[in-house]
């Protein structure tokens, strides 16, 4: 029994359909960070078009690079989507050296032209309010706390020294800190928006793990029943649900609320890389270990009423016992309990309760109880002879040694019709 719920333990993976549904679900989460990102490069247009004409075709260019950067990205990872590649994260940072290199080149370009004019002041000052529209992008539209915090203060300040150098007269270096402060400012948002793309790398990795943890608990929802020729048995389902006791649920649960996280955009790089690394897998493990306890479990449920069959037939052999089916079955009607049979001697009115249950829960051990329900004098050796009968019959049944049996234990109760105490007796067998 415990070799055939293992097997359960291994979640079962229809791939096609878990690659289909995984992709789905995944690209829907890529659009969702990428629209993003689009609409908050489109607000950064605006406000490169309020530039002065030496920035803006810098800051154009830029900006077409970053928006090519994030179109790129967003197709290769809508074209892997459904599986992880692991050179993806190598090959983003590729390509943010490239577009750092780029830019650098063509900035370098225009701080030379900058030094060759002559208006000094007109230029300080054009580059000092450049600078201050660049400071008021970056603090609006990026998230520059979470990237890097302080820098934009440190630059403004900066900015500040270029302007107390402007009202000094000192223009050619008021020129220089207001160029080294722009710059600056455009490193800075390129950087921001560089790691802004690792995050929505990272997100989409978790995401895509957590989604196929997510599918596999919809498709491990119900398992076929497996007879001991490994064959499925028609007809039959394992209810992981209702076996499982709450387990599945909070599998499930768990899953959502790791994947609230994951899509959350607030959400940093490390710990969606802990979702992805960590969560997903520990919750596929416990998955595959929900399954295999609810499988357990039911195997045990049909164990107790078979060993309940067992022990009622050898009580009936020996001592005429019938068996009251109105009375027998599960606790509360509930599979997942204890079986109790009663049995009754119609001649003598005495009866029999034969209870199974399990010794612990998710135990593979069963504690079998027999208790004599006599209203006339049974003799000891009667009572033994019952206890040894239910002995035998597990043993031949292939119960494993060490099988043993409690003491008899006598407790009175009233006789038919009358007000006088008689003694019941009891057997309890405990056993694997």
Partial sequence: MQQRARQLREVKRDIPRLFADVRARTQADIDRAFNSVAERQRRQQEAVDKLSDQTRALEADTTRRLREQADSLRQELRETAGRIEQDTRQRLEEQRKETERAIAVERDRIGVLEQDRARAEITAQTWLADARTMADLIDGE????????????????????????????????????????????????????QREFERCLAQKEAIEALVQVEALTEENRERPVVGPDAEVIAGYVLDVVHWSEGEYDRVRQDTAQALARARDP?????????????????????????????????????????????VADRLAEIGFFDLVEKESG??????????????????????????????????????????????????????????????????????????????PVAEPHPLPGTGEQSGSSGRETPGT
Avoid at 280 to 302: D, Y
Avoid at 344 to 358: D, F, H, K, L
């Fill in 266 to 310: 607030q959400t940093g790089v490390e710990d969606l890389r802990s979702l992805r690394e960590d969560e997903a897998p520990r919750l596929e493990q416990s998955l595959g270990e929900t399954v295999e306890r609810a499988g357990m479990r039911q195997l045990t449920s049909q164990m107790r009423v078979n060993l309940a069959d067992v």
């Fill in 142 to 193: 990026l998230p520059h706390d979470r990237y890097a915090p302080g820098q934009l203060d440190r630059l403004r300040r900066r900015i500040a020294t270029a302007e107390q150098t402007t009202a000094d007269g000192r223009f050619d270096a008021a020129l220089a800190g207001a160029q080294e402060a722009f710059h600056g400012l455009s490193e800075l948002r390129v950087d921001i928006e």
């Fill in 330 to 407: 599960y606790v509360d009607g509930d599979f997942r309990k204890a079986f109790r049979a009663r049995l009754r001697n119609e001649a003598s009115g005495n009866e029999i309760t034969v209870e199974i249950e399990q010794a612990d829960k998710d135990s593979d051990q069963c504690v079998i109880r027999v208790v004599s329900h006599d209203y006339d004098v049974t003799a000891e050796a009667e009572l033994r002879d019952r206890s040894d009968a239910v002995y035998e019959v597990l043993r031949e049944q292939g119960a494993p040694i060490g099988l043993v049996a409690a003491a």
